[in-house]
């Protein structure tokens, strides 16, 4: 397995909280957060496309973040 090639997404601000992003070769994707980076989450492709699309739809507005009061 050659090492893998993060890249840091556009939309992560410099301070706290990034998000990285690496194409393996085995054709999945791996996303690591800054904060945690012994964490690695692998999907597929078209997963992650799915979701992007469902996030820009708004189909996740309705998650509160716990810290957040109603």
């Known amino acids: 397995m050659s090492a893998l ?3 840091k997404s556009s939309f992560s601000a410099n301070a706290n909280g990034c998000v990285y992003l690496a194409a393996a070769d ?3 994707v791996k996303i690591q957060e ?9 999907t597929t492709p078209e997963k992650l496309r799915a979701f ?7 189909e996740f507005d ?5 810290g957040t009061s109603n």
């Not at 800054?34 to 692998?42: H, K, L």
């Not at 309705?62 to 716990?66: Q, T």
Request: hydrophobic residues 35%; proline residues 4%.
């Open 34 to 42: 800054s904060d945690e980076p012994d964490t690695i989450v692998t």
């Open 26 to 28: 085995d054709g999945t």
């Open 62 to 66: 309705h998650f509160v973040d716990a």
């Open 52 to 58: 992007i699309l469902g996030v820009k739809a708004g």
């Open 5 to 7: 090639h993060w890249q």
